[in-house]
Nanobody, 115 residues
């Protein structure tokens, strides 16, 4: 089994920054994709960014140039650095890990961007 625990969410003013962390435990394969999704109230969950085992990254158009995903395989950690935050970035952010066709999710961490 794989467990994912997110941290780092909170309340921030527009233009501010936050760094989310995701700690993975259990049987973690190096051949895996880790990523971040978010869900705003009344909206569907959407991909924010992902980091493949091959080292490639993908970002939603809405966060390109502002968010950066990184990964530390030695610590089984993933991070999401979020800069120039906007009110529309508000939502619950979920860490995800995909390996061997299985998709694991964390419980989520709330990010609120408001003045």
């Amino acid at each position: 089994q794989v467990q994912l625990v997110e941290s780092g969410g909170g309340l921030v003013q527009p233009g501010g920054s936050l760094r989310l962390s995701c700690a993975a435990s259990g049987r973690i394969s190096r051949i895996s994709t880790m990523g971040w999704y978010r869900q705003a109230p009344g909206k569907q969950r959407e991909l924010v960014a992902r980091f493949t085992s091959g080292g490639s990254t993908n970002y939603a158009d809405s966060v390109k140039g502002r968010f950066t995903i990184s990964r530390d395989n030695t610590k089984n950690m993933a991070y999401l650095q979020m800069n120039s935050l906007k009110p529309e970035d508000t939502g619950v952010y979920f860490c995800t890990l995909i390996q061997f066709t299985l998709n694991y999710w964390g419980q989520g961490t709330q990010v609120t961007v408001s003045s």
